[in-house]
């Protein structure tokens, strides 16, 4: 019995061998004893085979719920990805921006606004295919400077950072990513792609204060927007 119970964690080859194996051994001890009997065999072996059913039911169960297990956590994987990840660019999207909310508490952040200068005129000019080309340029230069995870598209050409590094670090980021900016080309010719930028450095309190570092950050792109675009502005709290 204990080899027959063993079976129901075997694979069907293994079984075989542990119900030959415990026929045999059921059988010299009825010999030894000299209590064997056709009938003791025949019991052994029914014995054995409905087990033997059991635990090929039992290992071809669990055998496709594993593998329905693996496929529905690869199929979540897939769709958690698609779900947070812009699929043009492919860094975070809004989504992201809602799922990292709580994390923004109790740090000082550098809140960056981007918007890349007269998007419309590249697809106007160049075509759309352009225009996509340099929205993407964009993402991987952004990811590249300040790390994937602090990167988010939140529109058509608008993108956004929220980094915990602040100051003269930040801003020789910033002037490395502008200076980079201008070399993107296509096949044809140079496209001189520049940004607003439009960056606030500041104390959040809570996940909540972020909405009003986000509209204060934009409000400085919006001046840098004003007073001719291809610029940044990094402005700090005085709370900070």
């Not at 075509?127 to 790390?147: C, N, P, S, W, Y």
Request: with cysteine; aromatic share 14%.
């Amino acid at each position: 019995f204990i080899c027959t119970f063993g079976v129901i964690i075997m694979n069907p080859v293994r079984m075989i061998i542990a119900s030959a194996l415990s026929f045999i051994i059921f059988n010299i001890v009825f010999y030894s004893y000299g209590i064997f009997r056709w009938y003791h065999s025949l019991n052994i072996l029914e014995i054995i085979f409905y087990m033997n059913v059991i635990g090929l039911v039992r290992y071809f169960t669990v055998c496709g719920y594993l593998e329905t297990t693996e496929t529905l956590s690869r199929y979540s994987t897939i769709l958690e990805r698609l779900s947070f990840t812009d699929e043009l660019t492919q860094i975070n999207n809004r989504n992201a921006l809602r799922r990292d909310w709580n994390t923004f508490s109790e740090k000082v952040y550098s809140v960056m606004m981007l918007d890349i200068d007269d998007f419309k005129d590249y697809n106007d000019t160049y075509g759309h295919l352009v225009g996509d080309m340099v929205i993407k340029e964009t993402a991987r230069l952004l990811a590249e400077q300040f790390g994937p995870e602090c990167c988010y598209r939140i529109g058509g050409d608008e993108f956004l950072v929220i980094s915990e590094e602040v100051d003269e670090a930040f801003t020789e980021k910033i002037r490395a990513l502008r200076r980079f900016a201008s070399e993107i080309k296509d096949d044809k010719c140079d496209l001189k792609v520049s940004y607003s930028i439009g960056v606030l450095r500041a104390y959040c309190i809570e996940p909540a204060y972020m909405r009003t570092l986000l509209k204060e950050a934009d409000d400085v792109l919006y001046e840098v927007k004003e007073q001719g675009k291809n610029n940044f502005k990094y402005v700090v709290k005085k709370d900070v």
